[in-house]
C-alpha cells in the first residue's frame, strides 16, 4: 500500500515548528511500529543548530531558500 516515505518540515513554522512535528511523528512511529520515515529540516539556522536537529532525528538539512538541485541531491541520497 501507500505510505508516507518523506516529511520535509519547516523549521520556522509558527503553529508548531519542524522539531516539535517530529517529536510527534517519531512516537508515532514508535507506537504504531511504522516503518520508519525519513525527515529533512527546511531551516535558515547556522549549522551550529545541526547538530539538535540531527538529535531530535531529522536524516537531512536543508537551508533557506530552497533550491531544486538541493532537494534533488537530497532525494538521491535517501534513495526516494
Known amino acids: 500500500g501507500n505510505r508516507i516515505k518523506l516529511v520535509l ?3 520556522e ?3 508548531l515548528n519542524g ?3 517530529i517529536k510527534i511523528l ?16 527546511l531551516t535558515s539556522h547556522e549549522s551550529s ?4 536537529l540531527y538529535q531530535i532525528g531529522f536524516d537531512k538539512i536543508i537551508t533557506k531558500p530552497l533550491r531544486k538541485d538541493n532537494l534533488k541531491m537530497i532525494f538521491e541520497t535517501l534513495q526516494l
Do not use: G, T, V
Request: no cysteine; net charge neutral.
Open 19 to 21: 522539531s516539535e512535528a
Open 26 to 41: 517519531k512516537n508515532m512511529e514508535s507506537s504504531y511500529r511504522i516503518k520508519p520515515i525519513k525527515y529533512i529540516s
Open 9 to 11: 518540515s519547516d523549521e
Open 49 to 52: 543548530q545541526y547538530e539538535r
Open 13 to 15: 513554522m509558527n503553529f
